[in-house]
């Protein structure tokens, strides 16, 4: 009786500790990744958390949801009595900053991209109560960084217009690691944030830079998704490009955003493939390429109608000018 009482004590030890609890009830499980000698990757509810453990410290990128920040506090104790003195945020979405305030308190150093400290600065303006003003980056750039810790030199990169308007990817060069952010979702269909400054070709070109600056060897943290390597990102980069080029061309052939939304034959071979199965469904990756389309597409019809009017200007200046020389 006593035995048995021990070993569920002891049983439902081991599930707290395992299992944080979030503020929603929801169970939150984070797993710790190795990557190389001194970089981890933490996957938990939110994007992928990139680490770097050595003698000046833990460096960190992302931080996920404010609800889960004491776990990942807990599981980066684990690994180093250090602090976090420097975090960088990829990009502004509530999936990578929700822990920032906290890690402020810590006294991490928060840097970004100029735009992540911008539309964090709308949101509190709009809310106040959501964010605090400590989540905001204190370092911003505008193109690029480069952190000489634990080490080696850890070059930071903004890539323009592709998952939102402030993207960053961070490379641990001597490690050979990458940290993508949201422009590469491993193996599922990438969610681009057209509202807030992202693009579909801004996304192609961002992993097309990507792969100048990295290796075959290199290993890839993702946004969302499992470890991933040069292969996986290229066929990434392939498949926006090939699945771009057909809904271009149904946009041409006049087909409308609900048209090409049931068009499975766009899609078909990476859906065999699962990509359809993360957050963004197939229909929901159909309509946000369409949109992307059709917003590249509207700026070079009104560029058209703007020359055309120009013209037009001209020739009737040109006609009025000949009807007073023959009068
Ligand atoms: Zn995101």
């Known amino acids: 009786m006593f035995s048995k009482f021990v070993l569920n004590t002891a049983f439902l030890f081991f599930v707290l500790t395992a299992f944080a609890q979030t503020d929603t009830g929801e169970k939150i499980n984070t797993?710790?990744?190795?990557?190389?000698?001194?970089?981890?990757?933490?996957?938990?509810?939110?994007?992928?958390?990139?680490?770097?453990?050595?003698?000046?410290?833990?460096?960190?990128?992302?931080?996920?949801?404010?609800?889960?920040?004491?776990?990942?506090?807990?599981?980066?104790?684990?690994?180093?009595?250090?602090?976090?003195?420097?975090?960088?945020?990829?990009?502004?979405?509530?999936?990578?900053?929700?822990?920032?305030?906290?890690?402020?308190?810590?006294?991490?150093?928060?840097?970004?991209?100029?735009?992540?400290?911008?539309?964090?600065?709308?949101?509190?303006?709009?809310?106040?109560?959501?964010?605090?003003?400590?989540a905001l980056p204190v370092v911003t750039f505008s193109e690029?960084?480069?952190?000489?810790?634990?080490?080696?030199?850890?070059?930071?990169f903004h890539?323009?217009?592709?998952?939102?308007?402030?993207?960053?990817?961070?490379?641990?060069?001597?490690?050979n690691v990458l940290h993508t952010g949201d422009v590469f979702f491993n193996g599922k269909y990438p969610f681009i944030d057209i509202e807030n400054g992202g693009s579909l070709k801004g996304s192609i070109e961002a992993l097309g830079k990507a792969r100048l600056i990295i290796?075959?060897?290199?290993?890839?943290?993702?946004?969302?998704?499992?470890?991933?390597?040069?292969?996986?990102?290229?066929k990434t980069e392939n498949m926006l490009s090939v699945v771009y080029k057909r809904v271009y061309a149904n946009y041409l052939n006049k087909k409308t955003e609900d048209e090409v939304a049931k068009m499975t034959d766009i899609t078909?071979?990476?859906?065999?493939?699962?990509?359809?199965t993360g957050f963004i469904s197939t229909e929901a990756f159909l309509r946000m390429i369409y949109k992307s389309v059709a917003g590249?597409?509207?700026?070079?019809?009104?560029?058209?109608?703007?020359?055309?009017?120009?013209?037009?200007?001209?020739?009737?200046m040109m006609k009025e000018q000949e009807h007073k020389k023959k009068n």
């Open 268 to 276: 078909k071979e990476y859906d065999a493939e699962g990509y359809g």
């Open 159 to 175: 890539v323009h217009n592709a998952h939102t308007d402030g993207d960053a990817m961070v490379y641990f060069t001597s490690s």
């Open 215 to 234: 290796n075959e060897d290199t290993k890839i943290i993702p946004g969302h998704g499992n470890l991933g390597t040069y292969k996986d990102l290229q």
């Open 144 to 156: 690029d960084l480069t952190f000489h810790y634990n080490g080696e030199k850890i070059y930071v």
């Open 296 to 316: 590249e597409r509207k700026s070079i019809e009104n560029n058209a109608e703007k020359n055309k009017q120009a013209r037009e200007k001209v020739e009737k």
């Open 31 to 134: 797993k710790l990744v190795k990557v190389s000698n001194k970089i981890y990757m933490l996957q938990g509810n939110g994007g992928n958390i990139g680490l770097s453990f050595g003698n000046d410290g833990v460096f960190m990128i992302d931080d996920q949801f404010a609800e889960d920040i004491e776990e990942i506090q807990k599981q980066i104790k684990k690994m180093s009595d250090k602090p976090v003195r420097f975090l960088v945020n990829t990009h502004f979405h509530g999936d990578h900053t929700g822990g920032n305030a906290a890690m402020a308190q810590t006294g991490a150093v928060i840097f970004s991209q100029e735009n992540v400290r911008k539309r964090l600065q709308g949101m509190i303006q709009r809310d106040t109560k959501k964010i605090p003003e400590e």
